[in-house]
């Protein structure tokens, strides 16, 4: 034990013989440990110098932000949401510390360890699959998931409005008289299943029956949501014989790889076909043509996770809440009226 920080919680489960997850939920009064138990730490505890959260100020000295090494390389996106979580603990004069886990790898004993060695508040970016948050709920740790969703509802949650922001973009596709329309994707991920929940809703509402084998190109690959798309996009077109009249991509990257596809063709952009993206990264600004795509204020979602987190960390009993930030089209050279002849 470093006696210079004081007793962690690895050294109340050691000393009392008991489970992390047990001793937590004693800590941050919840239910599931037995009086016996919960006597015997708190006993512990204060003989060892631990301070307990409910002596501890309203908002934590340090929290911890974890995501994964697949999204901390050359990513835009998950980087200005780490900005946004930096800037709001830093407002609050909290510390924050960085862990990067392996996706290739990622289990509930990564989470187990890594609260054994730093306890105290999670941001998980982008993590919530369900043996990870059923990890997180089992150690009683209050925590917030940013672009992603508990599906038991246990860990409050806070991404962007994933399913309007795919509605959006096809509806206008549709409004300038696009009726074969692509969706490229890979629903990998809850978020990303949003976003062609929207476009289904879209056609559906137009009309238009959806039928996968023509209006959707799954990539096959996390690692295709990716400029490397373009490959598969020029076998889809390929296969398919005839080309949509527009596209709509499930990330900025993939809309620009789109748009190198169509140009490899011959094709123009929006003139023969429109491409739509997602994100709103600046390259998408400066891209030729400009790209159409929905943006995400993502330091505001970065932001608004630190302030739930805090939320819960004042008041243990607020209900679990998952909010939806509003997205917004913005509409560039890449999207057009449908060819007519």
Not at 31 to 51: F, I, T, W
Not at 173 to 180: E, F, Y
Not at 219 to 226: E, I, M, Q, R, Y
Not at 313 to 319: H, I, K, L, P, V
Request: charged fraction near 25%.
């Amino acid at each position: 034990m470093d006696h210079k920080q004081g007793p962690t919680l690895k050294d109340l489960a050691e000393a009392s013989g008991l489970s992390i997850a047990t001793v937590s939920k004693v800590l941050n009064n919840r239910d599931g440990a037995s009086p016996a138990n919960r006597e015997k730490v708190l006993k512990l505890a204060a003989d060892m110098g631990y301070q307990a959260r409910g002596s501890k100020a309203a908002v934590p000295e340090r929290l911890t932000l974890v995501m994964l090494d697949r999204f901390v390389t050359n990513n835009t996106f998950y980087n200005e949401i780490v900005d946004g979580v930096l800037a709001e603990a830093g407002n609050e004069l909290i510390a924050t510390d960085v862990r990067v886990l392996a996706s290739a790898t990622l289990c509930a004993s990564d989470i187990e360890q890594l609260l054994a060695e730093s306890p105290g508040p999670l941001v998980l970016i982008g993590i919530d699959r369900r043996d990870i948050t059923e990890a997180v709920h089992r150690s009683a740790t209050p925590a917030v998931i940013i672009n992603g969703m508990d599906r038991d509802m246990n860990i409050s949650s806070v991404s962007p409005d994933y399913h309007f922001g795919g509605w959006a973009a096809t509806s206008a596709l549709l409004d300038l008289g696009h009726r074969d329309i692509v969706h490229v994707t890979h629903p990998y991920r809850e978020s990303i299943k949003r976003r062609l929940d929207g476009f289904r809703d879209a056609l559906e509402e137009a009309g238009i029956a959806f039928d996968p084998d023509r209006h959707l190109l799954d990539l096959g690959d996390p690692n295709l949501v990716s400029i490397e798309a373009r490959a598969s996009i020029e076998r889809f077109l390929d296969k398919r014989g005839s080309v949509p009249t527009a596209f709509f991509c499930v990330a900025d990257i993939v809309a620009l790889a789109a748009i190198q596809a169509l140009k490899g063709r011959g094709l123009s952009v929006p003139e023969d076909v429109s491409v739509i993206g997602f994100d709103d990264l600046s390259i998408g600004a400066h891209s030729n043509p400009p790209l159409t795509t929905v943006r995400i204020d993502r330091q505001q979602l970065g932001r608004k996770a630190v302030r739930l987190l805090l939320e819960r960390w004042s008041q243990a009993d607020t209900s679990v809440e998952r909010i939806n930030m509003g997205v917004r089209l913005i509409t560039r050279q890449s999207s057009g009226p449908v060819r007519t002849s």
